[in-house]
């Protein structure tokens, strides 16, 4: 690794050219895997990371994508806010931190995020080609953009939604922008923990909350959820893979830390769960970063 004043004169210089371009891109990414290393072995201190962060300046405020994250405005990492200007391909109108923000977009974690979200409208294209009126259960819901956009696509489908979110600002936030399509969706302010279904649904949906969970909870929350399915019915959860190509940059930048785990892992999990071998399927985006775990009861 670099000395930290080598590192140091290299991000002020990134920094005072307004950001990474792409040719800087593999160079900063091998100096953010070494520190990442660094860390998870213990070799790097909370003040040298706090020093280190603290090199990046403006670039590392709340006006980057990478600083929203860091900030965390909303009390809490992955918030409805970070999530949506993901989907949307957020750039500052600073010309002096854009190019933080192109390079943040170029990575392999907001590319699976955004994913995600395509990830679930094809699911609702198949499950509501098989089964109408469809009923889903959307789990920690986020700023609502994919709905919208599926609602968009389909604004006379025989969908209902259910949303469980616990940011009351993110309930505000996702009403508001799928206005025209209230009558399908509903919202219930509650904590996931706390929540159990009182109805049964042909989908349930989990992609951005599983993997905050310890696997303690990771199974409790499978035994929960899986009474719910109607027959037929699906429980997909999401979950971003060991294999993760942006995790030293999520954690070292944006304190952003997940439960990464591999397609091995969660076939396990959900065996402790009391689920069927037969009953679980692996998919993934195509980023191979978010992986999802398919369940039926």
Known sequence: MRSLTGLRTYIETLV????????????????????GLCADSGGLSKPIVADLRSWFGNALSSSTMQGMAFAKPHGYAGDF??????????????????????FYHR????KAVRNRKTYFN???????????????????????????????????????????????TAIEYARNLNQPFLDRITFTRKNALRYRPSRSYDLIWA????????DTIFCQMIRRLLPALAPGGE???GNFSDINPS????????????????????RTLATQAGVACANITLGKEPEGVNLFLHLRG
């Open 235 to 237: 429980l997909v959860i």
């Open 81 to 102: 806010e970070i999530i949506d200007r993901i989907y949307q391909h957020h750039i500052s109108p600073d010309p002096a931190l854009a190019k933080w923000d192109y």
């Open 207 to 214: 992609a951005g909350i599983f993997d905050y969970f310890s």
């Open 247 to 266: 995790r030293a940059y999520m954690e070292l930048l944006g304190d952003w830390h997940l439960h990464h785990r591999s397609e091995e892992h969660l």
């Open 16 to 35: 005072s050219q307004g950001g990474p371009t792409e040719a800087d891109d593999n160079a900063f990414l091998s100096i953010l895997a070494v520190l």
């Open 122 to 168: 094809e699911l609702l294209d198949r499950h509501s080609a098989r089964c109408r009126p469809l009923s889903v259960l959307k789990i920690a819901s986020g700023p609502g953009r994919s709905m919208f956009e599926w609602f968009c696509a389909n604004p006379q489908a025989p969908v209902r939604i259910d949303c469980v979110e616990l940011d009351a």
């Open 107 to 110: 990575q392999s974690a907001p």
